[in-house]
C-alpha cells in the first residue's frame, strides 16, 4: 500500500491511485469500516485532495467496484485451447484467487454493497454475471444456446458466485476441493439436463468425447460409479427417448 510519500500525478494517474488504494482497503474490511481519512493516508495526500478526485467516499467505492468487477469478469477468459473440463477448473482458480484477495469486496459487489444495497453494485454484478455466461458458452463452442443450455449455464455461474460468498464465511471446505467440484457441478448440471432434451444430449456428448479419462470430467464419473458400485442397469425402455 503506498505510505504518506507525496509526489505530484496527473488527474488519470491520481484517481487510478486511489482506486488502488481504495480497492486494497475494501479488500480487507468491509467499505463502511473504511474512512476518506484512512484512504488519503494510504495514498500520501490530504483528506480534502481526495474530494477533490471523488465527490465522496460513495463515488470512489463505486469506481472501485467498476475495477474489480472488470477484473472478476476477466476472470472467466481462458485460451480455448485443450478440453473443457481442464479449462473450466482453470477459470475457477482464476475465480477463487479473486474472491481470496479480495473477499470483503467480492461479497460487496456480488451482496450489492454496504448498508442496503447499491444499484451501481447489482448492475455490475449482473454485468460479471452476463459476461462469464457468454464465455462459457464460447467454451462450448455454442453461439445460440438451447433453452436448457441457457438454465444450465446460468444456473452454474450463480452456483460458483453462491459457493464462494459461503466459503468465505469460514473457509471450512479446502479451497482447491472446491474448484474441482464447482467443475464437476457444471458436468452434472448439463448431464441431467441432457437426459431430457435430444439437442442437450448432442451437445454434451461431443464434450464428453473430447475429456480424457484422467481430466476433471472422468474423475467425476470415477467418483460416481464408486457411489454405486451395483447398480443395476436401467432398461431401455425406461430411458429418456434421446438417449435410447
Known amino acids: 500500500m503506498t505510505t504518506g510519500v507525496r509526489r505530484r500525478m496527473g488527474v488519470e494517474e491520481r484517481r487510478a491511485q486511489l482506486i488502488d488504494v481504495a480497492l486494497e ?21 490530504s483528506r480534502p485532495l481526495v474530494y477533490h478526485y471523488f465527490p465522496g467516499k460513495r463515488s470512489l467505492y463505486e469506481a472501485a467496484l467498476r475495477r474489480a468487477a472488470h477484473d472478476l469478469a476477466g476472470r472467466f477468459a481462458q485460451a480455448h485451447e485443450g ?19 479480495h ?18 453494485a447489482d448492475v ?5 454475471r452476463q459476461v462469464a455466461y457468454g464465455q462459457i458458452l464460447a467454451h462450448l463452442g455454442v453461439a ?34 472446491l474448484e474441482l467440484q464447482l467443475v464437476h457441478d457444471f458436468a452434472a448440471l448439463a448431464s441431467v439436463s441432457a437426459a431430457y432434451d435430444q439437442e442437450m444430449a448432442g451437445i454434451m456428448l461431443r464434450v464428453f468425447a473430447q475429456e480424457p479419462a484422467d481430466g476433471p470430467f472422468g474423475e467425476l464419473l470415477s467418483r460416481l460409479s464408486a ?11 425406461r430411458l429418456p427417448q434421446s438417449l435410447r
Not at 25 to 45: H, K, N, Q, T, Y
Not at 86 to 100: G, H, P
Not at 227 to 237: E, K, N
Request: charged content about 25%.
Open 144 to 177: 445460440s444456446p438451447p433453452a436448457r443450455l441457457e438454465l444450465v449455464v446460468r444456473s452454474w455461474v450463480s452456483l460458483a458466485e453462491s459457493t464462494a460468498l459461503l466459503w468465505l464465511d469460514g473457509k471450512r471446505v479446502p479451497r482447491r476441493e
Open 227 to 237: 457411489l454405486a458400485p451395483a447398480a443395476p442397469a436401467v432398461p431401455p425402455q
Open 124 to 128: 455490475l454484478a449482473d454485468e460479471v
Open 83 to 101: 478440453p473443457l473440463g481442464a479449462r473450466l477448473l482453470r477459470v475457477m482458480r482464476r475465480y477463487f484467487d479473486f474472491v481470496e484477495e
Open 103 to 120: 473477499g470483503p469486496g467480492f461479497s460487496a459487489l456480488m451482496r450489492g454493497g454496504p448498508r442496503g444495497g447499491s444499484s451501481t
Open 25 to 45: 482497503l475494501f479488500s480487507s474490511r468491509s467499505p463502511d469500516e473504511v474512512s476518506v481519512d484512512e484512504i488519503a493516508a494510504a495514498a500520501g495526500i
